[in-house]
Nanobody, 119 residues
Framework: QVQLVESGGGLVQAGGSLRLSCAASGRIFRINDMGWYRQAPGKQREVVAT???????NYGDSVKGRFTISRDNDKNTVYLQMNSLKPEDTAVYYC?????????????WGRGTQVTVSS
């Protein structure tokens, strides 16, 4: 069994910053891509940022230049540094990891952490 646990969400004023963390634990052989996604009320889940094992990154258009994704492979942890936050960034943020368990690859999701940006 593999678990992803997010932390670091909360309430912040517009223009502020937050740092999210997501740690994977359990029967992990290897983790491939990791990423952050978000879902606002009434909207579909969207990709925020993804990062490969080799630290190649991709960002959603709405967060480019403001958010930075990083990872610590030794700790099986992915981070999301969010700067210059806007009210439209308000959402539940989920982390995702592509995890090899024995000889099979699975996608695992965290339960989410709420980020609320006040104007």
């Amino acid at each position: 069994q593999v678990q992803l646990v997010e932390s670091g969400g909360g309430l912040v004023q517009a223009g502020g910053s937050l740092r999210l963390s997501c740690a994977a634990s359990g029967r992990i052989f290897r983790i491939n891509d990791m990423g952050w996604y978000r879902q606002a009320p009434g909207k579909q889940r969207e990709v925020v940022a993804t990062i490969t094992t080799g630290a190649s990154t991709n960002y959603g258009d709405s967060v480019k230049g403001r958010f930075t994704i990083s990872r610590d492979n030794d700790k099986n942890t992915v981070y999301l540094q969010m700067n210059s936050l806007k009210p439209e960034d308000t959402a539940v943020y989920y982390c995702k990891a592509e995890v090899w368990v024995m000889n099979a690859r699975y996608d695992y999701w965290g339960r989410g952490t709420q980020v609320t940006v006040s104007s």
